[in-house]
């Protein structure tokens, strides 16, 4: 089980990770602990699926560039989560199913850009 993973987002970026994690998703926003919460950045609740939930961790990075190859990847009901990020404008990038057979998944872009994949059940 992993706790958490962490991306990156520019100075002022958290309003538009909230955007996607929280209003897209619908993700707990969390309260990052006091001496944190001074660096900025800000924490989601990963709801989980069959287990425990996990966290992701919005950090903010100075000379933030937009991962566009590392990705966090997170189970979820695929077909749903598309709907629901396309009906808020992010895009949907459905993978070959020949990659990993019996594994439907897609990939989207956070508010700032990121990549971040989602894998069927």
Same mark, same amino acid.
């Given at each position: 089980?992993?706790?958490?993973?962490?991306?990156?987002?520019?100075?002022?970026?958290?309003?538009?990770?909230?955007?996607?994690?929280?209003?897209?998703?619908?993700?707990?926003?969390?309260?990052?602990?006091?001496?944190?919460?001074?660096?900025?950045?800000?924490?989601?609740?990963? %709801? +989980?699926?069959?287990?425990?939930?996990?966290?992701?961790? /919005? @950090?903010?990075?100075?000379? #933030?560039?937009?991962?566009?190859?590392?990705?966090?990847?997170?189970?979820?009901?695929?077909?749903?989560?598309?709907?629901a990020l396309q009906s808020a404008g992010y895009p949907v990038e459905w993978a070959d199913p020949e990659q990993i %057979? +019996?594994?439907?998944?897609?990939?989207?872009?956070?508010? /700032? @850009?990121?990549?971040?994949? #989602?894998?069927?059940?």
């Amino acid at each position: 089980m992993i706790h958490h993973v962490q991306v990156a987002c520019p100075v002022g970026g958290e309003n538009l990770e909230r955007a996607f994690y929280s209003e897209a998703l619908g993700w707990e926003e969390i309260p990052k602990p006091p001496l944190l919460a001074v660096r900025g950045g800000c924490w989601f609740r990963v %709801p +989980g699926v069959g287990g425990p939930d996990g966290e992701l961790h /919005v @950090g903010i990075d100075d000379d #933030f560039r937009p991962a566009v190859k590392a990705h966090p990847a997170f189970v979820a009901d695929v077909d749903a989560t598309a709907v629901a990020l396309q009906s808020a404008g992010y895009p949907v990038e459905w993978a070959d199913p020949e990659q990993i %057979p +019996g594994r439907r998944r897609f990939h989207t872009r956070d508010g /700032v @850009g990121n990549r971040i994949e #989602f894998v069927g059940r």
